[in-house]
Nanobody, 123 residues
Framework: QVQLVESGGGLVQAGGSLRLSCAASGLTFSFYTMGWFRQGPGKEREFVAAISGSGNGYYADSVKGRSTISRYNAENTVYLQMNSLKPEDTAVYYC?????????????????WGQGTQVTVSS
């Protein structure tokens, strides 16, 4: 049974930083491109970042330059470091494992999902 468990969310002031973690189990982690998505209040789920099994990172324009995605395959964990946070970054952040068929920026291409972690950025 595949499980993805996110952690690291919280309340932070604008300009602050957070590091999200996602611990995976039940899958051959290094084989999977892993992604982070977010869903703000009243908004659709949107792509944030993804990282291939070999470590190539991809970012949404909205977070590029402020965020870094990384992974540690030996511990089946993927991270999202977010800096210079803005109130518009407020959302539930989800970790997901990519299964293909669509581009990595589309949530429909991801088969496994975590339960999400809340990030709230105050102004």
């Amino acid at each position: 049974q595949v499980q993805l468990v996110e952690s690291g969310g919280g309340l932070v002031q604008a300009g602050g930083s957070l590091r999200l973690s996602c611990a995976a189990s039940g899958l051959t982690f290094s084989f999977y491109t892993m992604g982070w998505f977010r869903q703000g209040p009243g908004k659709e789920r949107e792509f944030v970042a993804a990282i291939s099994g070999s470590g190539n990172g991809y970012y949404a324009d909205s977070v590029k330059g402020r965020s870094t995605i990384s992974r540690y395959n030996a511990e089946n964990t993927v991270y999202l470091q977010m800096n210079s946070l803005k109130p518009e970054d407020t959302a539930v952040y989800y970790c997901a494992a990519y299964s293909g068929y669509t581009g990595i920026r589309y949530y429909t291409g991801y088969k496994y999902w975590g339960q999400g972690t809340q990030v709230t950025v105050s102004s």
